[in-house]
């Protein structure tokens, strides 16, 4: 049953998915890819989206993976998939947090989850690398490398870059 | 105390418009809502102390999960029980739920625009963009000695390369993670480490 699948592969996600959005990323990929629900390009096509709509990452892809497969039931199944978990875990966590913080087990764990993630971080580079260079042109290089230097040298808000990557392709690449 | 001001004074209300407008108006998830929480949870609305608030704040980032819903979770749940906790929690993600939509039904409404295709290349690039230097600042913290620099290699190469799922890196990560200070541990003895 397709509701249930959504609801699984996204409560997978909300129970694995350390670090926030970007490190999300691959699982939500794979999660969806595996299957069928997506592909390489719907993903990047999701990620762009995201990058220019207000909201957390993989409640934004719970939604649009759930809407394209199953229209608003799937939406709600794959969101209510990826907030259960967060939902449980932090109401547990709120009657033991004196424990939680000095736990030695939780300190030990995130030694090694962290430098995952950056990997995971990584991994999502290239899942998205692979469909923004489909074929290899001069303007999507150059507005990645743009912005890797605009919000790295310069601070500048990666909202305004997206917005302006947006008109900047809506011009030279359309 | 007029009927108005019960409904302003309503606590749950208060929850669900306050995530709500959260969810609404931070671009870039989580981690940009957590100044913009503690600004209004702790200064304007009160309802944490400073301490309290950095409690919630490691939870909700330590935990696995969206950062945004853990936080209205964790909040809900301080102020109201699990009541106020679903009543952020969906505050926080109507916004995205909503807009999502509207987007998909937009997008299919127009159907293969050169222009929408144009601009969705251009942000798919910035984006590529911004995750890389996600990575480099993330990596910058993380990064500090070969067991994190093979570790997040590995992870990478086994996703990226091999296609290996995600959810194995995370629990191979928990499981290196654990034997590595375990061991620490042990050398240094009882005196701990000294960074």
Known sequence: MIYLKLFLVFAKIGVFGFGGGMAMLPMIYQGAQSFGLMSADEFSNLVAISQVTPGPMAVNAATYVGFNCAGYAGAFAATLGVAMPSFLLVTLACYFISKFKESKAIEGAFAGIRPVTVGLIGAAVIFMGQSAFETISLVPCLITLGTVILVGKFKVSPIAIVVAAGVIGAILCG | ?195
Do not use: H
Request: positive net charge; hydrophobic residues 55%.
């Open chain 2, 1 to 195: 105390m007029s009927k108005l001001e019960k409904v302003k004074n309503n606590l749950f209300l208060q929850l669900f418009w306050t995530f709500f407008k959260l969810g609404l108006f931070t671009i870039g998830g989580g981690m940009a809502m957590i100044p913009l929480i503690q600004d209004i949870v702790v200064d304007k609305k009160k309802w944490m102390t400073e301490e309290e608030a950095v409690d919630c704040i490691a939870v909700s980032q330590g935990l696995p999960g969206v950062i945004a819903i853990n936080m209205a979770t964790y909040i809900g749940q301080t102020k109201k029980g699990i009541l106020g906790a679903i009543v952020a929690t969906i505050g926080v993600i109507l916004p995205s739920f909503i807009i999502i939509i509207l987007v998909i039904k937009v997008l299919a409404g127009i159907g293969e625009n050169r222009y929408v295709n144009g601009a969705l290349a251009g942000i798919k690039a910035a984006a590529t963009g911004l995750i890389a230097y996600s990575a480099y600042k993330v990596g910058r913290q993380v990064l500090k000695g070969p067991f994190q620099w093979v570790l997040a290699l590995l992870s990478f190469v086994a996703i990226a390369v091999f296609s290996v799922n995600a959810v194995w890196a995370i629990v191979a990560g928990i499981l290196a993670g654990l034997i590595y200070t375990a061991v620490k541990e042990k050398k240094n003895g009882n005196g701990g480490e000294s960074q």
